[in-house]
């Protein structure tokens, strides 16, 4: 398996498919999805190691979809 920046980050997105995960401006990566309220909740991190980490912490698993 690639251990390529681009391939960690398509396994992200099929690890967590509630949230919107992207390469934010080329100085990092982003994540967004909608809370249980339906606001919007985003998360930063300059390496995907570091989103894949907060993604855990910040409820793993979204099953409801994007926005």
């Given amino acids: ?3 390529t ?4 980050l398509a396994r992200l997105k099929v ?3 509630g949230w919107i995960i992207q390469r934010s401006d080329g100085t990092g990566f982003m ?3 909608r809370d249980e309220r339906g ?3 985003s998360i930063y991190a300059p390496t995907v ?3 894949e980490t ?4 910040a409820g793993g698993r979204q099953s409801d979809g994007p926005y």
């Fill in 54 to 57: 907060a993604l855990a912490g």
């Fill in 49 to 51: 190691a570091e989103l």
């Fill in 15 to 17: 690890t967590y498919p």
């Fill in 5 to 8: 920046p681009a391939a960690e």
């Fill in 39 to 41: 606001d919007v909740r």
């Fill in 31 to 33: 994540a967004e999805c």
């Fill in 1 to 3: 398996m690639s251990r």
